[in-house]
């Protein structure tokens, strides 16, 4: 079955440093990945859209990569600060036409 | 311009009792989908609509009800609540309704908070 992995633990990342999170993907080839931004509290915000044929996507300090063949996309944050602090999740469309699956998110907290 | 507006923001509820999450956007979108939200899992996909009178149902159906009898519109019911139900739910919308090849991103709703006691 269609299964999108992300890191469950925290990630704890010194403010200034880049920070890297991963969302894993199986049995299936997504025409494209989004990732959102989840404060508590609140519902998911879109961040970016990578399609299958980019190999890298950047909107300010964000960059997301897209690597078909080893199943993953990375997010990144550089010069990350404290109000980068939330959950941050992927999502790619299921093979049926209507849906979307979700990663169960990622938390991250950017210490002073 | 609203966006994507659920009420109530939280309900606690009784096993047993009904009750409808009202969900309403105001940007014209087709797409309209119910999600639940459990910790440690990722958002599941409840119901979902592609337009007006038409309903489909995602990966945890069961014991929810929806309608869309306009395009601003898409209300949740649960028949009979069930501590099983307890949850976070989120209501969303986008343009378009072809998700497989399209790219259009969702815009979510505030979500409600919902325990069933």
């Known amino acids: 079955s269609q299964k999108i992995e992300q890191n469950s633990e925290a990630l704890n990342i010194q403010e200034g440093k880049t920070a890297t999170l991963t969302c894993n993907y199986t049995n299936y080839s997504p025409a494209y990945l989004q990732w959102y931004r989840q404060d508590p509290g609140r519902g998911p915000v879109f961040l970016l859209l990578i399609r299958e044929n980019e190999k890298e996507k950047r909107k300010e300090r964000l960059k997301v990569t897209f690597d078909t063949t080893l199943k993953q996309s990375l997010f990144h944050i550089t010069a990350s600060q404290p109000a980068d602090s939330a959950t941050y999740l992927c999502a790619l469309p299921k093979d049926s036409n209507y849906q979307l699956i979700w990663g169960a998110g990622t938390k991250l907290i950017i210490k002073p | 311009n609203a966006g994507v507006t659920q009420t109530p923001k939280f309900q606690v509820l009784k096993t047993g009792q009904s009750m409808t999450l009202q969900c309403a956007q105001d940007?014209?979108?087709?797409?309209m989908s119910w999600y639940r939200q459990d910790p440690g899992m990722g958002l599941r996909l409840i119901h979902y609509?592609?337009?007006?009178?038409?309903?489909d149902q995602g990966e945890v159906p069961n014991g929810y009800n929806v309608s869309r009898s306009t395009t601003e519109d898409f209300p949740l019911r649960l028949l009979s609540a069930a501590p099983s139900q307890t949850s976070v739910y989120f209501c969303?919308?986008?343009?378009?309704?072809?998700?497989?090849?399209?790219?259009?991103?969702?815009?979510f709703g505030q979500g409600t908070r919902l325990t069933v006691v």
């Open positions: 609509s592609v337009g007006a009178g038409i309903t």
């Open positions: 940007m014209n979108h087709e797409y």
């Open positions: 969303a919308s986008s343009y378009s309704v072809s998700l497989r090849t399209g790219s259009d991103l969702a815009f």
